[in-house]
């Protein structure tokens, strides 16, 4: 009888200790700054010129800057230091780009004619994951999480696809005619790893800063050319508002 008094007991007490505490639900918005770790991709190839046995060259220089990043978390604690998580994110790319070209003459193929052009990229990335998360510490006042996630990235990267060029001054100059752009929507998968702490300001609402790391690529298949990779590896910084149910 004892020992099955002391084994309810114990059994009672874990039960206390594992389960009690901000077990619930919680959703979070958040928004902030994207700071990619890759800035710079170039594209590059050479390809047929007006059907001649002649070749062009063409190379495409990107560079990429911090951008907003923003989006909505809900996330459950099933145990008192252990929730999953679904989250929901945007994040804007933005490119300073630049397509350099040279171009043989026709009539002296060993002259090339260059030509260069500064253009604007912008896009979203749209960012899906679900994970698990970790209570490193929870009392009156703060609030903080660790988390690991598998992230689904899609978007679609328009970036240049090719160049077409008309001459100019019997051949001496080769002027602009259009840009074609892919138009084709990715998909890949990455991983995101964050941490945040939060400071309880009313009841369950709570504010505070998170900070993740993502860790993605979109790969762009060309024909008979080199794929072009585009990094999604960045740090995020975020504030946010958090508020349990």
Known sequence: MRRTLFFVLFLSILIVNVFSGDIGVYVCVFGGANIPLRTE??????????KLPYYYTIENDYKDSI????????????????????????????????????????????????????????????????????????GKEFFGETSIGLSVFHG?????????????????EVVLKDIEFFNTHYRSIGVEIGANL?????????????????????????????????????IIFLVGLKYGF
């Open 41 to 50: 991709i170039n594209d590059s190839w050479s390809d047929t010129y007006l």
């Open 67 to 138: 951008t907003n990043y923003y989006g909505i978390e809900v996330s459950y604690y099933f145990l008192k230091n252990s929730a999953i998580y679904l989250s929901y994110n945007t994040l804007k790319k933005s490119f300073d780009s630049e397509y350099k070209g040279k171009y043989p003459n026709p009539i002296l193929p060993t002259n090339y004619r260059d030509i260069v052009i500064e253009d604007d990229i912008e896009f979203n990335v749209y960012q899906t994951s679900l994970g698990f998360k970790h209570k490193f510490t929870s």
């Open 156 to 172: 679609t990267p328009t970036f240049m696809k090719d160049m077409n060029v008309g001459e100019k001054d019997n051949h001496k």
């Open 198 to 234: 939060y400071k309880k300001v009313y009841q369950k609402l709570m504010f505070g800063l998170e900070l993740k790391y993502n860790y993605g690529s979109f790969r762009i298949e060309k024909i008979e050319r080199d794929d072009l990779i585009v990094p999604l590896q960045s």
